[in-house]
C-alpha cells in the first residue's frame, strides 16, 4: 500500500461555527506506514499539524485504563495511583489567564467526577467540572511502564536533558518543594465530559503531541502566521476562550482569523507544531498523554520566545534600571521565572548538547569507519543539531551582557562526570532507535581514547563560556570531520 501526502494541509470550504471561521481541516494518516523522513519532510519541517493513526496498538493504558465499554477505568485507577498529588483544573473558573488549579490526590479526583457524573445535571452547566491536567505519570511510575514513545518523537532534547539536569542553573530559582512536577514535561490528562482546555500556544513554544488513551477531543488550530489575530492591541494578552463572547474592541481583529478543526478519535495522536494557538474540548469521558519537546528543527522557537519575554521583562523594570545594583541578573530572574528558563540555563543546555553530539559522531565513526555530513542519516541528524545550535549562539551573541551570569562549562569536567556519560549514552540508543541502529551504543572513554579525528584531548582541556567560543567549537567540529558550516 502506498502512502499519498499531501504538500499542505488539508484545505474545506470556509465555513461558520458558533461565530468562529473554519477554514481548514488536519490530515489523517496512517502512522505505520509513514516513515520518519516523511515525518519531517511533510510535518515536522514544515511545522505542519498532523492526526497519526495505528501507533497506540501495544501500549498497556490502553489496556488497563480502558474498561470495556471503552470509557476510563476509574476504579482501576485510583486504587493504583490514587495517592498521587495532582494539579486539577476548575474548568468553569477563570484565574489571570488559565484555568484557577486545585490539588487533591487522584482518588479524591475520580470520586469528585463520579459524584458529578451522577447527579442530577451530570455536571452540564460546566462550572462544577474538573479536569486532572500535568500529572508527571513517567516521573512518579517509571517502572510501570504505560506506553512507548513513538519514534516520530523520540527524537526529544527536552526531556532527554531534564532526565539528567535541572533545567535551572541557579539552585536558588529551583522548586526544590516539588522535584516532580518541575521534572519532566511528559503528562497525563483525565477528565470528563464537557471538560477543556483554553486558547494557548506551548510550553517554550515546544511541539507537543497527544494520544488519546480513550475518548475524544475536537481541536481548534490557529497558525502561528494569524497569532496577532487574536491577541490585544498592545499584544499583552490573547483571547481565553474563542466561543465567548469576545470584545471587539479589545481584539479588533479577531473576526479575520480563520481556524482549523479537527476531532480526534480514541488511540489517535496528534502532532501540535510550534506557535500553533489551540483550544480543545472534550467530546467524552477521556484519558490522554500528553508530551512537550524540541529538538534541531524548533529550537529557534524556543530561542525566539525567551528573547521576546526578556525584552518584555526589561520593559516593565526599566525605571528601576539606575538604581539596580544588578538590573540585568533581575531581567533574567524575572525571565526565568516567566518563561521557564533564562539564557543562561538555554547556553547551557546547548553545550551539553553540542558535546555530546560530537561524542555520538565519534561513536559512529568508531562502529562505521569514516564518514560524512551525508554517509548516514544518523549524520546528518547530528551535523543538523550542531548546526541548529551553531545558529542560535550567533543569535545570543548581540543580546544584552548575561554572559558573565554563566558559568564556564569545562570539557574535561564534563568527560569524567558519570551524569555526562549516562546523558551521551542516552543520546546515542534514542537515535539509535530512531534510525534503525538498534545495536547503537556509546562508550564515552572508549571513544575518546580511539579517535583522534578531532583533537578531544586538546579540546577536553579548554572551557566554553560564551556564545562566540560555542560557535568556535562547532566549527572545530565539523572541521574535523572535514565538513564546512
Known sequence: MKLVISLVPGRSEERTKMGVKIGGKVERVDGKLLNYAEFIKYYMARNQPVILTGLTDDWRACRDWVSGDGKPDLRFLSSRFGTSKVQVAECGTKEFTDQKRVEMSVSEFIDRWERISGSDDGGADGNSLLYLKDWHFVKEYPEYNAYSTPSFFCDDWLNL??????????????????????????????????????????????????????????????????????????????????????????????????????????????????????????????????????????????????????????????????????????CQKNLAANAGMDFCDLFIFMIRFAFANLIVLHQITRDDGDIHWNSSQMAQAIFSNLKSIRQISLNMKSVGTWEDKCLPFHFMDATEDQTFIEFCSELGRTYGMVFDRCDMTVNLNQTLLEHDRVNLSDLSGSRVCSPDELVRFVDYAYKGFGTEI
Open 161 to 330: 536533558y531534564l532526565d539528567k539536569y535541572n533545567m535551572h542553573s541557579d539552585p536558588h530559582t529551583l522548586e526544590e518543594r516539588d522535584e516532580i512536577r518541575c521534572s519532566d514535561y511528559r503528562f497525563v490528562y483525565m477528565g470528563a465530559k464537557g471538560t477543556w482546555t483554553p486558547l494557548h500556544a506551548d510550553v517554550f513554544r515546544s511541539y507537543s503531541w497527544s494520544a488519546n488513551v480513550c475518548g475524544r477531543k475536537q481541536w481548534y488550530f490557529l497558525s502561528p502566521g494569524q497569532r496577532d489575530l487574536i491577541f490585544d492591541r498592545n499584544m499583552r494578552s490573547s483571547v481565553y476562550d474563542i466561543f465567548e463572547d469576545v470584545c471587539e474592541s479589545k481584539f479588533p481583529r479577531i473576526d479575520e482569523a480563520i481556524w482549523m478543526e479537527c476531532i480526534q478519535e480514541q488511540n489517535e495522536i496528534i502532532f501540535v507544531p510550534s506557535g500553533w494557538y489551540h483550544q480543545v474540548h472534550n467530546l467524552e469521558d477521556t484519558i490522554s498523554i500528553n508530551h512537550n519537546w524540541f529538538n534541531a528543527y524548533n529550537i529557534s522557537w524556543v530561542w525566539d520566545l525567551l528573547l521576546r519575554e526578556y525584552r518584555e521583562a526589561r520593559w516593565y523594570i526599566e525605571d528601576i534600571k539606575d538604581i539596580c545594583d544588578d538590573f540585568e541578573g533581575l
